[in-house]
T-cell receptor, first 118, second 110 residues
Framework: KAGVTQTPRYLIKTRGQQVTLSCSPISGHRSVSWYQQTPGQGLQFLFEYFSETQRNKGNFPGRFSGRQFSNSRSEMNVSTLELGDSALYLC?????????????????FGPGTRLTVL | GQQVMQIPQYQHVQEGEDFTTYCNSSTTLSNIQWYKQRPGGHPVFLIQLVKSGEVKKQKRLTFQFGEAKKNSSLHITATQTTDVGTYFCAGYSSGSRLTFGEGTQLTVNP
């Protein structure tokens, strides 16, 4: 089974621009989460989507948005880029068993998109 | 909100020495997961602990879940250079979401 794929792998943008990152989950996985990773900051949760609905959202400004399509593929968008947005953006998919919030499943991470804002 | 703290942030060991990273949650957890991220790579799932006081082993790695289900540890016996990477714990509370610790970056000197 193919793993989680993310495109593009590397991206260079300038301040003020916007960017769209894409994530294709493992076939059959319906939940997609996005994380921002910067040196010394660990994995900062952005948002989670399940069946095209945002289920959870982290503490990021409204410039960060996302969506999920009917085939479970997900995109995240960052508008008006700032220097501090430079990071590795990781997408993770999981097989969410229905909508039972009493448990969680293994997160399968993609290779990430390395965004550099100049 | 739920917070998961992990210590130490960095650990340097000589090959053959043992290594331990600790994870503490501000709330009682339903379960805890551990991930490893190699340099330049992405986090990869290692294991999940669910029961109070649970201990699981994977070769030289020993994972423990505290009796109160608020803390966990990962212990590596006789580290090898292949153990290099950042180890993350991630805790889940009912009604919340999976929360990652900040990770412990392990370097192993040959």
């Amino acid at each position: 089974k193919a793993g989680v794929t993310q495109t593009p792998r590397y991206l260079i943008k300038t301040r003020g621009q916007q960017v769209t990152l894409s994530c294709s989950p493992i076939s059959g996985h319906r939940s997609v989460s996005w994380y921002q990773q910067t040196p010394g900051q660990g994995l900062q949760f952005l948002f989670e989507y399940f069946s095209e609905t945002q289920r959870n959202k982290g503490n990021f400004p409204g410039r960060f948005s996302g969506r999920q399509f009917s085939n479970s593929r997900s995109e995240m968008n960052v508008s008006t880029l700032e220097l501090g947005d430079s990071a590795l953006y990781l997408c993770a998919s999981s097989w969410r068993r229905g909508q039972n919030l009493a448990s969680t499943d293994t997160q399968y991470f993609g290779p990430g998109t390395r965004l550099t804002v100049l | 909100g739920q917070q998961v703290m992990q210590i130490p942030q960095y650990q340097h060991v000589q090959e053959g020495e043992d290594f331990t990273t600790y994870c503490n949650s501000s709330t009682t957890l339903s379960n805890i997961q551990w991930y490893k991220q190699r340099p330049g790579g992405h986090p990869v799932f290692l294991i999940q602990l669910v029961k109070s006081g649970e201990v699981k082993k994977q070769k030289r790695l020993t994972f423990q879940f505290g009796e109160a289900k608020k803390n966990s540890s990962l212990h590596i016996t006789a580290t090898q250079t292949t153990d290099v990477g950042t180890y993350f714990c991630a805790g889940y509370s009912s009604g919340s979401r999976l929360t990652f610790g900040e990770g412990t970056q392990l370097t192993v000197n040959p």
